[in-house]
């Protein structure tokens, strides 16, 4: 439980449900290089096992206590050893990675962007790549429907292109990054 919420009787603070499942915890090499962003649960595990060590705690200073010890709710960890990392394939094209991409921006309007449309629509032979897909409103997407942009006098606001940097991998599938993330990612992250 958070700090300050463990209440015994009736009339003290009601204890938090810690949201386990939803929060991530960037965690980094021995050498402060970016390697990806786990669970809070897997994260506090390897600080309790001496495998990590925690370099930026929550910045409300949330601390978990146990019985016999309390652990900083941590935001970025780095591992304690090296651990060599083969191979870097490419990053997957995921909703919330194109979504990222595009700052949650349509491509077409610049309005707040609520769905994923196909440059070239499918049905004409576009595929479904990071080149093709671009982040977009919905009234522009029903208003767009199969069509091409030459047959609507439309332009992109910005050519959609597969985002390059180490960092890109492991925030595919983050929804939101933690600002105290941003030193370590080697490139702006959002």
């Known amino acids: 439980m958070p700090d300050g919420d463990r209440g015994g ?7 938090a449900v810690f949201p386990w499942g939803r929060r991530k ?5 021995a050498t402060f290089e970016p390697l990806t962003a786990l669970s809070l649960r897997r994260a506090v595990v390897l600080v309790v096992c001496g495998k990590a060590e925690v370099v930026h705690g929550d910045a409300s200073g949330l601390v978990l206590h146990s019985s016999k010890s309390e652990v900083l709710v941590p935001s970025v960890i780095r591992l304690s050893t090296y651990v060599r990392v083969p191979y870097r394939g490419r990053v997957p094209m995921t909703r919330a990675g194109l979504m ?10 610049g309005g707040r962007a609520e769905t994923i449309d196909h440059v070239v629509p499918r049905s004409r032979g576009g595929p479904h790549t990071w080149t093709n897909c671009v982040a977009c409103c919905a009234k522009c997407n029903h208003r767009k429907a199969d069509k091409l942009l030459s047959e ?12 390059r940097g180490p960092h890109w991998r492991l925030l595919a599938g983050v929804a939101e990054a933690d600002p105290q993330w941003l030193p370590y990612l080697g490139e702006p992250a959002a």
Request: proline share 12%.
């Open 9 to 15: 009787g009736g009339s003290g603070p009601t204890p």
């Open 25 to 29: 915890v960037l965690l980094l090499n």
């Open 100 to 109: 990222h991409r595009d700052r949650y921006r349509c491509a077409y309007c």
């Open 152 to 163: 609507l006098g439309w332009r992109l606001r910005v050519v959609p292109a597969a985002p």
